[in-house]
């Protein structure tokens, strides 16, 4: 089964940027989403279609993707950016997640 | 504004049916450019895709889950449904449904979620 790969943390000081990847095989060819879920809250579309900010999502959120490995970049850290950050791609008609970073706001 | 609601019993015994319904609302589930689906979450865990299920009745399964899960839809009530048999305790999940684009399989509407224990 088609699998994406996410580091299980990423640590980073307010105000600096913080990079979350995610690869997976072929991931060149499909696009990546990424959602930010807070605790004891619905998970949040940030990026889409690799690069995409939905409305509402602040500027310090942007996407990249590079060959098999797509990147979520958080510059500008802020306190309230701490959470599990999710990216998603789709494989033959399935839906397929990673397995979740946690963004720690030290 | 699109809105999506779970709704279902919260504690399902061993063996049993875990049965959820999604009603939408501000969008009509019969608009062809939208799959409907059902995410869960075990507590402390993260994401895993189960199904979703376009208008017109075709359905996509996750693999993995494909011989105990059934979707369904119901345009008149703007609803659709999540059925998965034989539970144990390792579906306890807070259960999401959701809208996903067809055209890049994004999703971008869950509802609330709804915690569901698997206990006798």
């Known amino acids: 089964s088609y699998e994406l790969t996410q580091p299980p943390s990423v640590s980073v000081s307010p105000g600096q940027t913080a990079s979350i990847i995610c690869s997976g095989d072929?991931?060149?060819?499909?696009?990546a989403s990424w959602y930010q879920q807070k605790p004891g809250q619905s998970p949040v579309l940030v990026i889409y279609e690799d690069t995409k900010r939905p409305a509402g999502i602040p500027e310090r959120f942007s996407g990249s993707k590079s060959g098999n490995t797509a990147t979520l970049t958080i510059s500008g850290t802020q306190a309230m950016d701490e959470a599990d950050y999710y990216c998603?791609?789709?494989?033959?008609?399935?839906?397929?997640f990673g397995g979740g970073t946690k963004l720690t706001v030290l | 504004q699109v809105q999506l609601q779970e709704s279902g019993p919260g504690l399902v015994k061993p063996s049993q049916t875990l049965s959820l319904t999604c009603t939408v609302s501000g969008d009509s589930i019969s608009s062809g450019d939208y799959y409907w689906s059902w995410v869960r979450q075990p507590p402390g865990k993260g994401l895993e895709w189960i199904a979703y299920i376009y208008y017109s009745g075709n359905t996509y399964y996750n693999p993995s889950l494909k011989s105990r899960v059934t979707i369904s839809v119901d345009t008149s009530k703007n609803q659709f449904s999540l059925k998965l048999s034989s539970v144990t305790a390792a579906d306890t999940a807070v259960y999401y449904c959701a809208r996903v684009w067809r055209s890049t399989y994004t999703i971008d509407y869950w509802g609330q979620g709804t915690l569901v224990t698997v206990s006798s």
């Open positions: 998603q791609a789709w494989e033959s008609s399935t839906v397929v």
């Open positions: 072929k991931l060149d060819y499909k696009y």
